[in-house]
């Protein structure tokens, strides 16, 4: 009898480990659109590099910023944060455009929440994580950054759009002045987005993992 405790407490210990290790795996997923810098012009740019037709967006200057708050209060957890880049349009070239698919550039980026902690992306970032170094102007670049993590987030994106009719760029910045180069009003517009997650699919009888460092 004491044996088949013995037995018993030892297949429960083990039965919450496993649980406790499946829920180290990534559990969520965020897919958030971003569009990035500056569009110098309403022509459009084919794979192949020829100017012709329509842009992606339209002439103009855009930035995006994503918000990821974990608003747990009982938790004495933490939530691992991984995140991937699909680009579409790079640099102002179109190259994710039908019939072009694009790999994720996957796990370029990782972070750990604590309860009540938040964190933020924005274009520099990607910047950042593409290419070593923020550019200025930053060139035109739009994908989807998606998020996968072991518990689930609050995610917000800001989009914001500004139009001039004649911007002046230098090595240093990028200005809206009219022909005797004085400063002129700008457009501007903003869009807040709640972004919803998704629980990610395992295939049928795959056990799942603890795998919160990778």
Known sequence: MKMKRMLLCAMLALGLAGAQGAWAKEQFSYSVKFVCGYNPTNLGVSVDGKVEGEPSVKFGNYATEINLVWPEIYLHETNYIFKHLVVLVDKGKPVGREPNVVPARS????????????????????????????????????????????????????????????????????????????????????????????????????????????
Not at 136 to 159: M, R
Request: hydrophobic content about 35%; overall charge negative; charged content about 20%.
């Open 107 to 214: 796990y370029i980026d990782s972070i750990q929440l604590g309860p009540l902690s938040g964190t933020m992306d924005d274009c520099n970032r990607f910047a950042e994580l593409l290419w070593g170094a923020v550019p200025t102007p930053y060139p035109l670049t739009i994908g989807y950054l998606v998020i996968t993590s072991t518990h689930e987030l609050d995610v917000t994106a800001v989009y914001t759009a500004e139009t001039c009719s004649n911007w002046v760029n230098s090595p240093e910045k990028l200005e809206c002045l009219d022909a005797h180069g004085q400063q002129q009003g700008v457009s501007v517009s903003i869009d807040v987005e709640k972004v919803d997650g998704r629980r990610l699919a395992f295939p049928a009888g795959a056990a799942v993992e603890a795998d919160p460092g990778k």
